[in-house]
Structure formats: structure tokens, C-alpha cells
């Protein structure tokens, strides 16, 4: 667990900070919804992600994205829309990663 002593300020540019962090994560897209989310984020049109989020409920990637625009609001649930987002871009990572780890199993063995 990390511990970080807590400064309560929030701005504008810690938050990019953060958001930089969770798209890190997410990388590349490699699906055209992936695409679609991300090209929406980029251009601000947050309404059209969590649309896609609200469509699209077992894809951590979009989900996480749907989170992000909210974050940037600087509201007092940022801290949560921050975590949740993290939380499925950690999720999202996961299963990409099983996905190729299988994919090099079932190759080696096959």
C-alpha cells in the first residue's frame, strides 16, 4: 500500500497529471471502440464516452474513460472518479494481459 501524506488542494493540473497516468495505462487502442472512446475523450466530448461506457459494459477500457471526463470537473468526487477509473484501467490491463499470455500458451503448447 502507498501511503502519501494528503494535500486536500486539487487543480486543474494535478488532475492532468492523474488522467496522463490512467491513459498511460490504458495505451494504444486496439479495438475501433477503443478508438472511438478515446477519440472522444481527446476532443472533450465526455457525453459520448460515458454513452459508450453505458453501452459497452464489460469493456474496462471505455469504462475507465467514461470515468475520466468527470474527473476533470474538479468537483469533490474527484478523488473517487479518479480511483474508480484507475481501478478499471487496472482491470483493463489485466485482462489484456491474460488475453496474451494465453495467446503465447496456446502457441508454445499447440
Do not use: C, W
Not at 498511460?24 to 476532443?43: D, I, M, R, W, Y
Amino acid at each position: 500500500m502507498v501511503t502519501t501524506p494528503i494535500n486536500t488542494e486539487l487543480t486543474l493540473e494535478k488532475v492532468k497529471v492523474a488522467v496522463d497516468a490512467i491513459l498511460q495505462v490504458l495505451g494504444t487502442p486496439e479495438t475501433e471502440l477503443h478508438s472511438k472512446a478515446l477519440a472522444a475523450f481527446n476532443s472533450g466530448d465526455h457525453q459520448t464516452v460515458k454513452r459508450l461506457a453505458s453501452t459497452n459494459l464489460s469493456d474496462y477500457y471505455v469504462k475507465a474513460l467514461g470515468y475520466l471526463g468527470g474527473a476533470l470537473k474538479l468537483t469533490p468526487n474527484t478523488d473517487t472518479i479518479l480511483a474508480e477509473s484507475a481501478r478499471a484501467a487496472a482491470d483493463f490491463s489485466r485482462e489484456r494481459t491474460l488475453n496474451h499470455l494465453g495467446k503465447a500458451i496456446a502457441t508454445a503448447l499447440g
